[in-house]
Structure formats: C-alpha cells, structure tokens
C-alpha cells in the first residue's frame, strides 16, 4: 500500500514538471533574444519566446513517455545491456518526434507571420540542427528520472524500515510490560497466601485490593507511557496491599515535585523499584521499615528515586536483578535508548537508593515537550 507522503510526493514531482520546463524555455529565450542582436538580426522578445517556449513545451510533452522508459526499463544489475540499447533506439524516435511536431508548429508560426514554410523543408532543416541535441536532451530526462527514482526508492525503504523497527520496538515493550504484570501478581499471591493462615481479614482484605490493582493494571495495559500521577495513583494500590501484610512495619514518605506530576513516565515503572525496596530492604530485618520516593525536574531530565532504610550494599556487591529490575532496565532502554540512566548507590544514612533518569516531557495536551532526542525512538 503507497504512504500519504509517496503520493503527495509523486504529485509534487508532477506539478513541478511543467514549471521546470517554462524556466528552461525562459532561459533560452532570452540566450536566443541577447545573440540575436549580438549577430545584427535582432528578432523581438515575443519572437524569441514562441519559439523558446515552443521548443521546450515540445520537450515537456516528450518528457512524459520518457520518464515512463526510465522507470519501466531502469538501469538495474540484470538486462542492463538490453535496456540500454532500448533506450538508444527510444533517443532516435524521440529526436525525430520531437522534430515532427516542431516542424508541424514551424508551419503554424511561420503562416501566422505570413512567411510560409514547407513541413519538408522545416523538418529537414531541424534534423541538421537538432537531432544530436535532442538525443542528449532524452538522455538528460533518462538520468534526472533515475536518480530521482533511486532517490524514491531509497526514501521509501528508509520509511519501511523505521515502520518496522517502531512496530518491533512497540512488540518488544509490549512483551516486556506482559512480564512484568505477571510477576508481581505471583508475588502478591504468595504473601497472600502467607497471610491467610495468620489474619484472614487482612488476607481479604488485601484480595479486595489485588482485584482493584489487577483491574487499573488491564486499562492501562496498552500504555507504554502515562503520567507521573497516574503512575503513583498506580502505586498507592499497590502500597495498601504491602501495608496490609506489614502492618506498622512499613511506612511510606513521598516528596513528590508539583511540576514533575504530569511528565510522562514509562507504565508501570515505579512498582518493581518498591517491591525490590521491600523484598530486599524491608522485609529481612525485624526493624521498622521505610521508603521515601522522589521526584523532581532537573532541568530537561525528570530523576525518580525509590530509597529503603535497609541494608543497602557492600562494596563488592552488584544489585540483585530480578525478573522486575532487568524487565525496567530493559523497557527503559527500548524507550530511551542512552537518554537513561539506572542507578544504583547506598544511602547516606543507610539503605539503598534506586534512580531512574529520564527526559522530561508531558503528554499532548501539556505545553511543555522538552526532549530534543528521546534515543530516536519511534515514534
């Protein structure tokens, strides 16, 4: 199926044709005017146009069985040799048409100037003056309309192929974001599981809360980006149901930047950080546990924080990346390409901080779009 953008080209290359060819016939117009009188037989400017504009209008009729040939029997690796003898004998028959009509609008002119003139006699005279001429002017069609023939056909695989890296960057978001629901469903399940045995209440309770969750997680399944609120509307369910199995254990602090609320974020991007905080922070020690999360705008770049008062790591040690952290720093990659960053480093006064940095921006109906490259992704 032929783009929006291939038609609209291939109907400006048609209504430009005709204004290249009156610039041409202009030019000669006047080059046949100024030599004219530079020889002693000066000849009028409305002379010196009919015949320009005849010859080249002439030209422009031509062109179009020419640029057809082009297209239709290109200079490719295989029959090359046999195109090119088709186009030699296409150059002769185009010289001598060209010759036919000229002399047939000769006879007009020269009647309307009340010298009339034999098509024999005009015919003759323009195969002596013109036939060579008009060979190399076929060939100069052949070779405009081959390059930009190439040229058409290069932009439309560069097209072809952006659609396609776009269609296999959205596939692989998409497969990554169906990992990531399932994991953490499993997760919930199990400590649901676990509570059952100990507070039944609590374990309904935090049922009640998983349907909630799993029903806002389907109607923004296809979403690869929303925004920030959304993302911690998203989160808080999450939360109620982690604070349902720890109880007083678990508190949670947020310093939330007003004008970091509607920047876009990847969906779904903060739960697997909080779950890695709790997993691995939270839920080893016996103190009370705590996690702060952060967002802010720093200049073109929003950074997320999710901190834990947990154990944080030793000096040699790498983060633990589970199914959640490598499926984040994945999407984050297949989003943003180099215009992210994943980091992780001890707290100041313990525990373990995870930021994410990405470019600021705000979806269509915000008013702020500051992210020069968002890593050429397709959009």
Not at 61 to 85: K, Q, T, Y
Not at 124 to 132: A, G, P, W
Not at 190 to 209: G, N, T, Y
Not at 348 to 364: A, C, E, K, Q, Y
Request: proline share 3%; glycine share 6%.
């Amino acid at each position: 199926m032929i783009s929006n953008l291939t038609l609209r080209a291939r109907w400006l290359k048609w209504a430009v044709l005709p204004g290249v060819w009156t610039l041409i016939g202009l030019s000669f117009a006047r080059q046949f005017y100024v030599s004219s009188s530079s020889f002693g037989n000066p000849v009028s400017w409305r002379h010196a146009l009919s015949h320009s504009l005849a010859d080249w209008y002439l030209f422009a009729v031509l062109s179009l069985p020419a640029i057809w040939l082009a297209g239709r029997f290109a200079f490719a690796r295989f029959h090359w040799l046999r195109n090119a003898v088709l186009h030699v004998a296409a150059s002769a028959v185009f010289s001598i048409g060209w010759m036919a009509l000229r002399a047939v609008v000769g006879q007009w002119q020269s009647s309307v100037a009340g010298e009339p003139i034999a098509f024999g006699n005009a015919f003759q005279t323009l195969f002596l003056k013109t036939f060579y001429f008009n060979v190399l002017v076929y060939w100069v069609i052949v070779s405009v309309a081959h390059t930009f023939g190439y040229y058409q056909k290069f932009h439309e695989r560069e097209l072809s192929a952006l659609e396609l890296e776009k269609r296999l960057t959205q596939a692989k978001l998409q497969a990554l974001q169906m990992q990531l629901n399932p994991h953490f469903l499993f997760n919930t399940l199990h400590a649901i599981s676990a509570l059952m045995h100990k507070d039944v209440e609590a374990a309904d309770r935090m049922i009640a809360q998983l349907s909630d969750l799993l029903r806002y997680a389907l109607e923004s399944t296809e979403a690869h980006e929303v925004p920030l609120q959304q993302e911690l509307d998203f989160l808080d369910r999450y939360l109620e149901i982690e604070q349902t199995r720890f109880g007083k254990r678990l508190t949670v602090h947020k310093e939330i930047d007003q004008d970091a609320l509607q920047a876009r974020v990847p969906n779904l991007v903060l739960q697997p950080l909080v779950e890695n905080a709790i997993r691995h922070g939270i839920e080893p020690q016996s103190k009370p546990g705590r996690i702060e999360l952060r967002a802010r705008r720093v200049a073109n770049q929003l950074q997320l924080q999710v901190c834990d008062n947990g154990i944080g790591l030793s000096a040699d040690e790498a983060p633990d990346e589970g199914v959640g952290l490598s499926n984040t720093r994945a999407r984050l990659q297949q989003l943003y390409g180099e215009a992210q960053k994943l980091q992780f480093r001890n707290g100041t006064d313990g525990g373990l901080v995870v930021s994410v940095t990405i470019p600021f921006r705000v979806g269509p109906n915000g008013s702020v779009e500051s992210s020069k490259d968002l890593s050429k992704r397709s959009a």
